[in-house]
């Protein structure tokens, strides 16, 4: 049972160029999510998603995009990266509301 | 604003003695908290979590207090062990609503030395 699985786990990337990071849960969890972490900070939530098909804004949602369209996986998409989206993106998903979520490793990112 | 905050970035303990890390949060809808673990280059790991409804929950060596008046949470870890050395991150949420988002911590990393 791999659980949440994210790839690439690093990637260096030029200003403007674009790339999506996968996500893919075997759990069959309704609910998943995308965060970043930059160092001394907490998590701080990107976009989410409450089911296939469907995606909502988080805390931080300028210059990514999401799709989910099949139940387990999640993409995060930069269009056009920039140097302040350097960071550890992680993903997670959850069975339901309220129930603890499960972490992928992480992707380290930076954009140069 | 902060809604949910770990104020202090570090806590060092001997091991065998007990680690108490803390967690204050402004958003009184907030009902439903967790501890999250996370050792470097992993994912954090879920530890115990509490409902507003109690005031304490316990599982083995960690146990969770929660103070609603004071908007005060702790985690308890006893007796404290090497391999418990890690970033805990205190996360809150509004029960069955905002389709489980939380909010998430700065964290705090102990170290437990031998």
């Known amino acids: 049972n791999a659980g949440v699985t994210q790839t690439p786990k690093f990637r260096v990337l030029k200003t403007g160029q674009s790339m999506t990071l996968l996500c893919a849960q075997d759990?069959?969890?309704?609910?998943m999510y995308w965060y970043r972490q930059d160092p001394g900070m907490g998590l701080r939530l990107i976009h989410y998603?409450?089911?296939?098909?469907?995606?909502a804004k988080g805390e931080v949602p300028d210059g990514y995009n999401v799709s989910r369209l099949k139940k387990q996986n999640f993409l995060l998409g930069l269009e056009s990266a920039a140097p302040s989206q350097t960071s550890v993106y992680f993903c997670?998903?959850?069975?339901?509301?309220?129930?603890?979520?499960?972490f992928g490793d992480g992707t380290r990112l930076s954009i140069l | 604003d902060q809604q949910v905050k770990q104020n202090s970035p570090s806590l060092s303990v001997q091991e065998g003695r007990i680690s108490i890390l803390n967690c204050d949060y402004t958003?009184?809808?907030?009902?439903?908290f967790l501890w999250y673990k996370k050792y470097p280059a992993e994912g954090p790991t879920f530890l115990i979590s509490i409902s507003s409804i109690k005031d304490k929950n316990e599982d083995g060596r960690f146990t969770v207090f929660l103070n609603k008046s004071a908007k005060h949470l702790s985690l308890h870890i006893v007796p404290s062990q090497p391999g418990d050395s890690a970033v805990y991150f205190c996360?809150?949420?509004?029960?069955?609503?905002?389709?489980?988002?939380?909010?998430f911590g700065d964290g705090t990393t102990l170290t437990v030395k031998p």
């Open positions: 958003n009184s809808m907030f009902d439903y």
């Open positions: 759990m069959n969890h309704e609910y």
């Open positions: 996360a809150a949420s509004v029960h069955n609503t905002n389709a489980g988002k939380s909010t």
């Open positions: 998603s409450v089911g296939e098909g469907t995606t």
């Open positions: 997670a998903s959850s069975s339901r509301v309220n129930q603890p979520q499960h």
